[in-house]
């Protein structure tokens, strides 16, 4: 599966001057991770988000979010963001954040 390009970028300039940030191709897409824990990432044209099993309820009362289920089992704590919810910068910043936050709170993989 393809994924958004253009979104992939613009994740990149928000989190480009991490050096603990790496990304890596994973879900048909790619994985922007902090040391080795997945924050955010793009799959086809939506946004992947790690926000936490806690922020779960939270994160899905916001526009365009849904719970990652790709396997059929779906799973807390992973959100998956339509990409009209994040065409502005301020939306996409406000996830790319929550993302990145969450990861960088785990012990490095």
Do not use: C
Not at 15 to 36: C, Q, S, V, W, Y
Not at 72 to 101: K, T
């Amino acid at each position: 599966m393809a994924y958004d390009e253009g979104l992939a970028e613009r994740i990149r300039g928000r989190l480009g001057a991490d050096p603990d940030i790496t990304e890596k191709r994973m879900f048909g897409g790619i994985a922007f991770l902090h040391r080795g824990n997945m924050a955010v990432g793009v799959s086809g044209d939506d946004l992947m988000v790690r926000v936490g099993p806690d922020a779960t309820d939270e994160a899905l009362a916001r526009p365009g979010a849904r719970i990652f289920d790709m396997t059929g089992r779906p799973m807390r704590g992973w959100i998956v963001v339509a990409a009209s919810a994040v065409a502005e910068d301020e939306a996409l910043g406000e996830w790319i954040g929550q993302g990145h936050a969450f990861a960088a709170s785990l012990p490095p993989r």
